[in-house]
């Protein structure tokens, strides 16, 4: 770079610096002014937009209730701003990596589809091998003031879209011939065409498992889609893919040193251990490119009750998940629909707000003719090997050889519930396994995972 050139180029940056530096003291004076009930000075601040919105998330602990007021007004009138353009499209999901003892990624067990409809669509009742990140149940809603004709394509380079609703109109790549052990592939491809969105439909849909996500996911006030003979009030799909996450994770001896890995800054991230009907969380929001940080995982007795936390923790997803772009309405949904898989359950795992720039590279999203306002909010989380828990599955194992018939059954369920994480503990104990019964309720755990 030449010296004029980087000269420029600094004064510039520390010009930035600074015009952004007397924002956030501006903001500050006006916050102050709000928090005495100065409505003039809390106009001004929604009147700037969000671009104000980073710098109420920050502040003294006297103004924090006034700070979310305007961060909750802001974000509901970026929405209504959204909405008056016309066709607003937003797609919401989450995606899961599993990680070892080792801290290496394993192969992502395969969702379960217990609670789907019976309609819902597979690319093959056999799950893939290879994967290493399972992108769990997005839907894509449509908010449109008046009825709209639509071909909404997806692309992923990198694995296989499994499952989808309403039946697509193409999809790839073909299934596997029955019998055959169907390995990762990429080039993952659905499409629905001539897809009408329609906001005054009164369509009837498929009857869907009560208390189900489905059931959940419906209650979105979005328009109706009905494509290829069949009514919703979303388009669905699931996927796997061969991933990495953003965030690299070291556990070791109570303690776990994070990093990220991307160019990209992380906006929100929690890492949370759960253990005992207690909880050890940190927050890091936001967490920079190549940003790194040791935090103590060790749940102690005096460590919030789960009960305490989980409330607090779910309301910072969810805004969060506003922050996005998601309506109110549909953060509430995602959150409760894994509140408590993130929140409640035994275990350690790290959660992250995907930065828009790499959801789109890992699938890509078409919608012709383009929508004006179109938002792709998801969430990660990577599930994490302890030492506590690795302690567990041993304790569990050895259960399994009990007297009781009860303990046995017990130990089972417990392992079962943690089958994907605990795999290759479960594969070495099956295998060196001298007691009949043992290695036969270790094959039962580990069948959902070995049949391919």
């Given at each position: ?179 055959d052990l169907p390995v990762w592939r990429g080039g993952g491809r659905l499409s629905w065409m001539n897809a009408l969105v329609n906001p005054f439909s009164d369509k009837e849909f498929l009857a869907a498992p009560e208390n189900s996500t489905w059931s959940a996911a419906r209650d979105a006030d979005a328009a109706v889609v009905t494509v290829n003979g069949s009514n919703e009030k979303f388009l669905y799909y699931s996927g796997v893919l061969r991933g990495q996450p953003l965030v690299n994770v070291d556990v070791d001896d109570g303690a776990v040193k994070l990093k990220n890995t991307s160019k990209f800054g992380i906006a929100s991230l ?183």
């Amino acid at each position: 770079m030449q010296p004029k050139r980087f000269v420029i180029r600094l004064v510039l940056v520390l010009s930035l610096f600074g015009a952004t530096a007397a924002l956030g003291q501006a903001i500050d004076v006006l916050v102050k002014q709000a928090n005495t009930g100065d409505a003039a000075a809390y106009e001004k601040i929604l009147k700037a937009g969000m671009v104000n919105y980073a710098f109420l998330k920050r502040g003294a602990p006297e103004s924090k209730n006034v700070r979310g007021r305007l961060r909750a007004d802001l974000r509901s009138r970026r929405d209504a701003a959204a909405r008056a353009k016309g066709l607003v499209v937003h797609e919401w999901g989450a995606s899961r990596f599993l990680q070892n003892a080792d801290n290496k990624l394993i192969e992502s067990a395969p969702e379960q589809t217990d609670d789907l409809p019976s309609w819902v669509r597979q690319w093959s009742v056999i799950p893939l091998a290879g994967h290493t990140e399972l992108l769990v149940r997005p839907i894509i809603c449509f908010y449109a003031e008046r009825p709209v004709t639509l071909t909404v394509s997806l692309v992923s380079r990198t694995g296989v879209l499994t499952q989808w609703w309403p039946d697509v109109n193409n999809f790839a790549p073909p299934r596997p011939p029955p019998g055959d052990l169907p390995v990762w592939r990429g080039g993952g491809r659905l499409s629905w065409m001539n897809a009408l969105v329609n906001p005054f439909s009164d369509k009837e849909f498929l009857a869907a498992p009560e208390n189900s996500t489905w059931s959940a996911a419906r209650d979105a006030d979005a328009a109706v889609v009905t494509v290829n003979g069949s009514n919703e009030k979303f388009l669905y799909y699931s996927g796997v893919l061969r991933g990495q996450p953003l965030v690299n994770v070291d556990v070791d001896d109570g303690a776990v040193k994070l990093k990220n890995t991307s160019k990209f800054g992380i906006a929100s991230l929690w890492v949370l251990s759960v253990r005992n009907g207690h909880i050890r969380h940190h927050v890091l929001s936001p967490m920079g490119a190549a940003e790194t940080a040791l935090l103590d995982i060790n749940v102690t007795d005096n460590d919030p009750r789960v009960s305490d936390a989980a409330p607090l923790l779910a309301l910072a997803l969810r805004e969060a998940l506003e922050e996005a772009g998601l309506f109110p309405r549909e953060a509430e949904t995602l959150e409760g629909l894994w509140h408590e898989a993130l929140f409640t359950k035994d275990g350690l795992r790290v959660i992250y707000m995907r930065p828009r720039q790499r959801v789109d590279a890992t699938v890509q999203l078409a919608i012709s003719p383009p929508t004006p306002s179109l938002v792709r909010a998801f969430f990660t989380t990577i599930e994490c090997m302890s030492p506590e828990a690795g302690q567990d599955v041993m304790r569990y194992i050895e259960q399994l050889a009990s007297e009781s018939f009860e303990e046995r059954e017990a130990a089972q369920r417990a392992l079962l519930q943690n089958a994907p994480l605990w795999r290759d503990v479960l594969e070495k104990a099956r295998d060196s396994a001298d007691d009949p019964e043992v290695q036969s309720r270790l094959e039962q755990i580990l069948s959902p995972q070995d049949a391919r």
